[in-house]
């Protein structure tokens, strides 16, 4: 397991980041292809594109109130 991806995803869970966000950085730090066009959110594809660049920095911008 890489430890940079499970502390990256449990901070952003604990912060309640949203949950489009999560998934789109795990997808992008993965390198999974992304969702089908009609289910892609502002947050998946910020998400998506901060996990290509293995970046934790910008999740606080996508936290719930």
Not at 2 to 22: C, G, K, L, W
Not at 43 to 65: C, I, L, T
Request: negative net charge.
């Amino acid at each position: 397991m890489n430890p940079f991806y499970y502390d990256a995803v449990t901070r952003m869970e604990q912060s309640h980041v949203d949950d489009d966000y999560i998934q789109g950085w795990q997808c992008g730090f993965l390198q999974n292809p992304k969702r089908e066009e009609q289910r892609l959110t502002d947050a998946y594809e910020a998400g998506y594109s901060d996990g290509e660049e293995k970046n934790s920095d910008n999740f606080a911008e996508w936290v719930r109130a």
